[in-house]
């Protein structure tokens, strides 16, 4: 499940080509990356120089270059790689600087994680950047070499045979004696170093969290024999708003993933009660009042169906959030919706339903119903108390 390998585009990244020299910190970069047991690969558009693969001390079988795979962004090379150690997608990353190399990674279905050498190409807009080549390393060894990817699990069908996945980084006792859980919480459109830090941190376990389990790599077939594009939302705040944590986790993702992100998607057209206040005062939110206020925008509807959904959010208490999203984006078409959360406070699951007196719009737009049209269906959870160790 950890990361395996990593792919290295050479000329920029390793070697500057123009000085004749290894970039600062490149033979400490491997030696690390040696280390921690991966498989390191090289890869270059151009022609094979021996004397680069002298310098940064790895075999010809470590290479690729133009006459093995022919041009960067036909994803060849990726293709070569997982021929040759037999990983998964989602067990290989790309550390590289350049189109060629955002296309070899991140084009198509064969999707890899992308960091950006910015020791090379400070300015470029595509791969998670990585100031230098040791924070490379340390962003590998610290999220993407972790066993434990989620405290908390569902997978299953609810009372239709719809499918159910639902996926949550970490339990309330994590997120309260970190500071999680206040972080969250708070609309501050800039955060303090320390918060900065913190989200960073938080942010890049969730995203190797998705990376590392695959769920980037679900997708449905389109009707030219390939796989449509997945849609990714965030579910917002009860008056609308959305974390200054998941518009990082917005901006990490379309970097490192190049996964596009539909703020519009899923909308609250009606302000809500506080979930968190009510409870707080000894009530029970109910679901009606989170699908009487939540609305898939119609202009989507034609890209939801048939389509995987991923929502995300902060914090899930029982599941009212999630599944108001999975159902509407369902009623629109949607072949699966997989949420995820920071957090997950009670622990239990229960999956909810139309039942034949629910109209649901099937179209998009605002929904209007009462709770007792719903079915409801527990379902059954799995718990990792170790991913706690993982953070």
Same mark, same amino acid.
Request: charged share 25%; net charge neutral; glycine share 8%.
């Given at each position: $499940?950890?990361?395996? #390998?990593?792919?290295?585009?050479?000329?920029? #990244?390793?070697?500057?080509?123009?000085?004749?020299?290894?970039?600062?910190?490149?033979?400490?970069?491997?030696?690390?990356?040696?280390?921690?047991?991966?498989?390191?690969?090289?890869?270059?558009?151009?022609?094979?120089?021996?004397?680069?693969?002298?310098?940064?001390?790895?075999?010809?079988?470590?290479?690729?270059?133009?006459?093995?795979?022919?041009?960067?962004?036909?994803?060849?090379?990726?293709?070569?790689?997982?021929?040759? #150690?037999?990983?998964?997608?989602?067990?290989?990353?790309?550390?590289?600087?350049?189109?060629?190399?955002?296309?070899?990674?991140?084009?198509?279905?064969?999707?890899?994680?992308?960091?950006?050498?910015?020791?090379?190409?400070?300015?470029? $807009?595509?791969?998670?950047? $990585?100031?230098?080549?040791?924070?490379?390393?340390?962003?590998?060894?610290?999220?993407?070499?972790?066993?434990?990817?989620?405290?908390?699990?569902?997978?299953?069908?609810?009372?239709?045979?719809?499918?159910?996945?639902?996926?949550?980084?970490?339990?309330?006792?994590?997120?309260?004696?970190?500071?999680?859980?206040?972080?969250?919480?708070?609309?501050?459109?800039?955060?303090?170093?320390?918060?900065?830090?913190?989200?960073?941190?938080?942010?890049?376990?969730?995203?190797?969290?998705?990376?590392?389990?695959?769920?980037?790599?679900?997708?449905?077939?389109?009707?030219?024999?390939?796989?449509?594009?997945?849609?990714?939302?965030?579910?917002?705040?009860?008056?609308?708003?959305?974390?200054?944590?998941?518009?990082?986790?917005?901006?990490?993702?379309?970097?490192?993933?190049? $996964?596009?992100?539909?703020?519009?998607?899923?909308?609250?057209?009606?302000?809500?009660?506080?979930?968190?206040?009510?409870?707080?005062?000894?009530?029970?939110?109910?679901?009606?009042?989170?699908?009487?206020?939540?609305?898939?925008?119609?202009?989507?509807?034609?890209?939801?169906?048939?389509?995987?959904?991923?929502?995300?959010?902060?914090?899930?208490?029982?599941?009212?959030?999630?599944?108001?999203?999975?159902?509407?984006?369902?009623?629109?078409?949607?072949?699966?919706?997989?949420?995820?959360?920071?957090?997950?406070?009670?622990?239990?699951?229960?999956?909810?339903?139309?039942?034949?007196?629910?109209?649901?719009?099937?179209?998009?737009?605002?929904?209007?119903?009462?709770?007792?049209?719903?079915?409801?269906?527990?379902?059954?959870?799995?718990?990792?108390?170790?991913?706690?160790?993982?953070?």
């Amino acid at each position: $499940m950890p990361v395996r #390998t990593v792919i290295l585009d050479r000329d920029g #990244t390793l070697y500057n080509e123009y000085k004749g020299v290894l970039q600062a910190g490149v033979p400490e970069m491997l030696e690390r990356l040696k280390g921690l047991g991966l498989n390191v690969f090289i890869v270059s558009n151009e022609e094979r120089e021996k004397g680069v693969e002298t310098l940064l001390g790895v075999s010809r079988d470590q290479c690729l270059y133009n006459a093995d795979c022919g041009v960067k962004g036909s994803k060849k090379y990726v293709r070569k790689v997982i021929e040759l #150690t037999g990983d998964k997608l989602n067990e290989v990353v790309y550390l590289g600087d350049s189109d060629l190399d955002m296309r070899e990674a991140a084009g198509g279905h064969e999707r890899l994680a992308l960091f950006n050498a910015e020791w090379s190409n400070p300015n470029y $807009m595509y791969g998670l950047p $990585m100031n230098t080549p040791a924070d490379f390393v340390d962003v590998l060894e610290t999220y993407f070499l972790k066993e434990h990817l989620w405290f908390f699990r569902v997978d299953g069908d609810d009372s239709l045979n719809r499918p159910v996945m639902f996926r949550a980084l970490l339990d309330p006792d994590t997120c309260k004696t970190e500071g999680i859980t206040d972080l969250l919480k708070q609309r501050k459109p800039v955060l303090s170093n320390r918060e900065q830090e913190l989200a960073n941190h938080l942010v890049l376990h969730l995203l190797a969290s998705l990376y590392l389990e695959g769920l980037h790599l679900i997708r449905e077939p389109n009707n030219q024999g390939g796989f449509k594009k997945p849609l990714y939302t965030i579910y917002p705040g009860c008056t609308g708003d959305i974390s200054p944590v998941l518009r990082l986790f917005e901006r990490f993702t379309a970097r490192l993933l190049t $996964m596009k992100y539909e703020e519009t998607l899923v909308s609250r057209h009606t302000p809500a009660p506080s979930s968190h206040k009510q409870r707080m005062g000894g009530g029970s939110p109910e679901v009606a009042v989170q699908f009487n206020t939540i609305q898939v925008s119609p202009a989507f509807a034609s890209k939801v169906k048939g389509n995987v959904v991923l929502v995300a959010d902060d914090f899930s208490t029982g599941s009212n959030a999630m599944e108001t999203s999975r159902n509407l984006l369902m009623t629109v078409g949607a072949k699966r919706v997989i949420g995820i959360t920071v957090g997950k406070y009670r622990r239990d699951y229960t999956a909810f339903s139309p039942d034949a007196s629910c109209k649901l719009p099937t179209g998009g737009g605002p929904a209007n119903i009462t709770g007792t049209s719903l079915a409801r269906k527990t379902m059954p959870v799995v718990q990792d108390d170790a991913a706690k160790g993982e953070f």
